[in-house]
């Protein structure tokens, strides 16, 4: 839960990195939430899809900086999801120090 709140705190922020951690609980914790929301009622869910979709889009350029590629990349179907699964670049990269440092 931390981690999606995190994202939900810093959705402008797309020039740093974001663990596979944050951006992968974020999808999770999302995704139950909107199929609870869904089950409830279809527009509740649609209205909270809306609502976290700019969310989303900057945790997968955050980790898509991880993996030192532009953001760019989390749009290409099959690539990107491989680079979402991919460890990050250890240490310093041109995107911001290594979330797993501190």
């Not at 532009?70 to 041109?94: D, R």
Request: contains cysteine.
């Amino acid at each position: 839960m931390y981690y999606y709140i995190i994202c939900l705190r810093d959705y402008g922020e797309v020039n740093r990195r974001a663990r596979r951690g944050e951006y992968w609980y974020f999808i999770l914790i999302g995704s139950i939430i909107g199929g609870g929301l869904d089950y409830i009622n279809g527009w509740i869910g649609n209205i909270y899809s809306l609502a976290t979709l700019i969310p989303f889009i900057a945790v997968s350029v955050r980790r898509m900086h991880d993996v030192d590629k532009k953001g760019w990349y989390a749009w290409i179907p099959f690539f990107g999801l491989y680079l979402a699964c991919k460890e990050g670049t250890k240490g310093i990269n041109q995107y911001g120090e290594d979330p797993k440092a501190y």
